[in-house]
């Protein structure tokens, strides 16, 4: 899998992308996570990294001052933008290459993208966010859990220990998707390494994870 494999599945996904949110099992623990966003960005510039369709951009700027989202993809950032989102603004942007900007941000949400960081870049990924945080900014990430029966199965491992999803989108076309499954441990440690107040919260099908950066 490539990163242009990764955009071009997204770009393909961008209008059924929403659907998986209306899942009747998951609603609870959507709600749970509607709220820990709400009540972390309250009265913060916010950073949402891979924003994807602005789905989680909104809940953010219930509370924040303003919420900045980036993703790879047009398709996707135009129906963020359709929303129009009161204090919220979508760009494109590279995860990887996150500038320093004038102002830095008080708190960063990531949703649903750590799955596809490589592990052998989550500290390149980590620094770059540290880079446009001010110190003590809330970071908030949130991501699927593996659950047998539910998730889709995972069809490979590479030897960096990457796993691999084979999606399938409504029109048949197949993609195969870096999708990682971290322990609540491992998130414990990257949490530490880069900042502190670190919590690790594992509900029924997501997880997330908050720390404050250095």
């Known amino acids: 899998m490539t990163a242009d494999t990764m955009r ?10 929403e659907r998986i949110y209306a899942r009747p099992e998951r609603q609870a623990d959507l709600a749970l ?9 309250a009265g913060r510039h916010v950073l949402d990294i891979a924003c994807g369709t602005g789905y989680f951009s909104r809940c953010a700027a219930h509370r924040a001052l303003s ?7 047009e398709e996707t950032l135009a129906i963020a933008r359709a929303k129009q989102i009161p204090n919220a603004v979508f760009d494109i942007g590279d995860a990887y290459a996150l500038r320093r900007p004038e102002r830095r941000y008080g708190g960063c949400l990531i949703t649903f993208w750590w799955s596809h960081v490589p592990r052998q870049r989550l500290a390149e990924f980590l620094a770059g966010v540290q880079n446009a945080l001010a110190p003590g900014a809330q970071v908030l990430v949130i991501d699927n859990l593996y659950v047998p029966g539910n998730s889709t199965p995972v069809s490979r491992a590479d030897q960096e220990g990457n796993t ?11 993609y195969e998707v870096m999708k990682n499954f971290p322990t609540p441990s491992e998130l414990e440690a990257w949490g530490t390494r880069f900042g502190t107040e670190v919590a690790v919260t594992s509900l029924t099908y ?8 250095r």
Do not use: C, P
């Not at 996570?33 to 960005?41: D, L, N, P, S, T």
């Not at 919420?67 to 993809?73: K, L, P």
């Open 67 to 73: 919420v900045s989202g980036i993703d790879a993809n």
């Open 8 to 17: 071009e599945y997204y770009a393909r996904r961008a209008e059924e992308y």
């Open 206 to 213: 997501f997880w997330m994870f908050q720390f404050r950066s």
């Open 164 to 174: 691999y999803q084979e999606r399938r989108l409504g029109n048949t076309e197949r």
């Open 33 to 41: 996570i509607k709220r820990a966003i709400e009540e972390a960005f």
